[in-house]
Nanobody, 126 residues
């Protein structure tokens, strides 16, 4: 199973930008064969997917980040990225990445994951 290490978090004022990285570890040879999603866990909230990218590069976003966030992947580096522009206070949370599956063309989280990375803290100041 591919495991991931997140990095690049920080604290920015509203309107600022951050880029998160998600480096694969463990069974990295399968990175190019899996979909990857970025998940956000806001304080006191559950962890939800905010963006995903398929093996073919197709992307999906939740409505609140569409147009501001861009997910990408570099299979040669076995790394996925999340470029976050025009950050808002509501984007605050710990960001994680993990494998996702596709059903009827849309990304879905697995019911259960064996491993989560340490995450990257993102804080958007009003």
């Amino acid at each position: 199973q591919v495991q991931f290490v997140e990095s690049g978090g920080g604290s920015v004022q509203a309107g600022g930008s951050l880029t998160l990285s998600c480096a694969a570890s463990g069974n990295t040879g399968s990175f190019s064969t899996i979909g990857v999603g970025w998940f956000r866990q806001a304080p006191g909230q559950r962890r939800d997917m905010v963006a995903a990218i398929s093996t073919g590069g197709a992307t999906n976003y939740i409505w609140s980040v569409k147009g501001r966030f861009t997910i990408s992947r570099d299979s040669a580096k076995r790394t996925a990225y999340l470029l976050m522009n025009n950050l808002e206070a509501g984007d605050t949370g710990v960001y994680y990445c993990n494998e996702v599956r596709y059903c009827n063309g849309g990304p879905m989280a697995y019911h259960q994951y064996d491993h989560w990375g340490q995450g990257a803290q993102v804080t958007g100041s009003p």
